[in-house]
């Protein structure tokens, strides 16, 4: 019985650590694509950061940039600096 909770918890786990939040560029921007990989607070939803987000794209194609935005999310809305690269590939 506890294999089956057990499993089911690293499933859980699992799926939780897939979450993220892809930004395209506007269809309006020209030049070389660039990404931002964007790491969000503690407790913060990525939600939080679109509005920015998105801003900063808008201000990147004045500038010759197609800018991608990346939210990728953490388990427990906690990014841990240690596992950042587990996240960000």
């Known amino acids: 019985m506890r294999s089956i909770f057990a499993a089911a918890a690293i499933g859980m786990v699992q799926t939780a650590f897939a979450d993220y939040t892809?930004?395209?560029?506007?269809?309006?921007?020209?030049g070389d694509d660039t990404a931002i990989v964007w790491i969000h607070g503690a407790d913060c939803d990525n939600d939080a950061y679109t509005t920015f987000a998105t801003e900063i794209q808008?201000?990147?194609?004045?500038?010759?940039?197609?800018?991608w935005v990346g939210l990728p999310e953490f388990f427990l809305s906690?990014?841990?600096p240690i596992l950042i690269d587990h996240y960000v590939t």
């Open 22 to 30: 892809i930004l395209p560029p506007p269809a309006s921007a020209t």
């Open 58 to 67: 808008s201000q990147g194609g004045s500038k010759g940039q197609r800018l």
């Open 78 to 80: 906690t990014p841990e």
